[in-house]
């Protein structure tokens, strides 16, 4: 402040000088104008002549003043705009530091809030484990949370991974074989209808652009793509796997099988062949374990295993599919006490390729056996649970079911016949 002051001082007694000059220069023009006016030349009046010049003389003088006064003054504004530019800098600068400042509050601020929002879920978690009654089941007006939803259902599905009792699980008596011929069945048009046009959907590849890679673990690839219905995750999942020593008809008799089920899946209660169409094909209904908070869900759908025409797999050795699909069943209704029915079609088509050991005449062997898998599944689970539980529960399980059920296929093949 001190040296703007001095710059105003300077300015001040600047503009009071060149306002002298200013006046001097004014005061001499105005007097030659009035001695023109009264007709007083400079030969009538020598002693206005000797005036004149001396007011001329002291004006020159002065004007070399004004050159020395111009220049001081603007060397005077130049230091002025540049203490000026210097207080913007210091400000400019003092404006950055505060921001930075509040940045560094507000990054202070989010973790402690972050670690306050564990520290209280940590805190409520134990309290879920006890909690029950119908607020807090799976429904529309359910008081559990997303996340809590979530850590109920991974829990529940950790516990089921580890148990082991497959072949103690109460079964209800199947239908004696071939008690419905197909050729008549009211399904047979739907199932060859169906089957055919999955065949089809597992063949397309998945160079299209709407697939999203979501998965991958050696040789499985997993994709998607996200779809809702009624504000449900119905997401198309297609995936592609690879595994040495088994044979496509090994790999679908074992999905399709209901008898060797309870081996391999391992979420089901209960499971009830309702009919048998023939000895490929046959309508079951399943009872899947509670995972709490969700509610128990049932599936009732027909299968179907056949073998591909050669004409739709010239590649391959053979191809084999097995097709899921839902339906309905008058002795089982939908939705029908405690129960919340799924809805599914899934398609699991396999390809056989050998080595060229074939070509040389010696028998294949289970080195020589190459089971390419295509997995093609859309599940509509019903009910009321989250969209992002529900597509958290996919990339979790998807995974896990199909390394665990080809390596079970391959545990139980692997000392047998080649089956094709």
């Known amino acids: ?62 004007a070399f003043d004004f050159r020395g006064e111009a220049l001081t003054f603007k060397t005077t504004s130049a230091g002025v705009l540049i203490a000026l530019q210097h207080c913007l800098d210091i400000i400019s600068q003092r404006e950055d530091l505060w921001r930075k400042k509040l940045e560094k509050e507000v990054e202070k601020r989010k973790k402690i809030e972050e670690l306050y929002k564990g520290s209280e879920l940590t805190k409520q978690r134990p309290k879920l484990t006890i909690m029950s009654g119908p607020d807090y089941e799976e429904g529309p007006h359910s008081q559990i949370g997303e996340e809590e939803f979530f850590d109920a259902v991974e829990a529940g599905l950790d516990k089921l991974d580890q148990e082991q009792l497959y072949l103690e699980k109460l079964r209800q008596n199947s239908v004696s074989e071939g008690q419905t011929k197909a050729e008549t069945h009211r399904l047979t048009s739907e199932i060859e209808r169906i089957t055919m046009e999955q065949l089809q959907y597992a063949q397309s590849g998945v160079e299209d652009g709407v697939w999203t890679l979501f998965a991958e673990d050696g040789e499985m690839r997993m994709y998607k793509r996200e779809e809702e219905i009624d504000g449900l995750a119905v997401d198309p999942l297609k995936a592609v796997h690879t595994v040495k020593g088994v044979t496509a008809r090994e790999m679908c008799q074992h999905f399709y099988n209901p008898d060797v089920r309870f081996e391999w899946e391992t979420t089901l209660e209960k499971m009830t062949v309702l009919e048998r169409l023939s000895d490929a094909a046959c309508v079951v209904l399943q009872v899947h374990k509670k995972v709490w908070p969700a509610t128990q869900r049932d599936a009732l759908f027909w299968s179907h295993l056949r073998k591909v025409p050669k004409d739709m797999c010239r590649d391959a050795h053979d191809a084999w599919i097995v097709c899921n699909n839902s339906t309905e069943h008058p002795n089982f209704p939908s939705n029908n006490g405690k129960f919340i029915r799924v809805g599914l079609t899934i398609c699991l088509m396999c390809q056989t390729y050998l080595d060229s050991s074939e070509e040389n005449g010696s028998p294949p062997t289970r080195d020589n056996l190459t089971c390419k898998i295509t997995y093609c599944a859309v599940v509509n689970p019903g009910g009321w649970a989250p969209t992002s539980v529900l597509r958290a529960v996919y990339k979790r399980e998807y995974p896990k079911f199909l390394k665990k059920f080809t390596q079970y296929v391959f545990e139980k093949c692997r000392d047998k016949p080649v089956c094709f």
């Open 1 to 62: 402040m001190d040296e703007m002051e001095t710059f105003r001082d300077l300015l001040v007694k600047q503009v009071d000088s060149l306002q002298k000059f200013f006046d001097t220069c004014k005061d001499t023009f105005s007097t030659e104008k009035d001695g023109d006016a009264i007709g007083i030349s400079c030969s009538e009046s020598p002693n206005s002549d000797h005036k004149m010049k001396e007011q001329l003389a002291v004006a020159a003088a002065q």
